[in-house]
């Protein structure tokens, strides 16, 4: 017997983001999550054999959640020779766009 999530998945959702309605109202605070990544915040809360992607997609999209394409910079430091490494190469790819609720 499966136990149905959706209820919870939702109210984690509306109590702690809110929608990003265009890439124009975006800011600093703006989290930038794929549905995978939102799908392991959830199962960090909730049973993970239990609650699965597709249920995560239904309810960002019911509460008006959307996915906008953007590119992130890569990260470099300098390492102790004083050499610029890259810490993270960079994203590019669609990702839903979260407000945190403060």
């Known amino acids: 017997m499966k136990i149905d999530y959706s209820e919870e998945i939702r109210n984690f959702l509306k109590n702690n983001f809110e929608p990003v309605l265009s890439e124009a109202h975006e800011n600093e605070e703006t989290l930038k999550k794929s549905l995978s990544s939102i799908h392991s915040m959830l199962v960090s809360i909730l049973p993970r054999d239990w609650v699965v992607e597709s249920e ?12 906008f394409y953007f590119e992130s910079e890569p990260v470099t430091k300098k390492n102790e020779e004083g050499e610029t490494v890259v810490v993270f190469e ?13």
């Open 56 to 67: 995560v997609y239904e309810a960002l999209t019911e509460l008006g959640f959307k996915s």
């Open 90 to 102: 960079g994203w590019k790819g669609f990702a839903y766009f979260l407000q945190p609720i403060n």
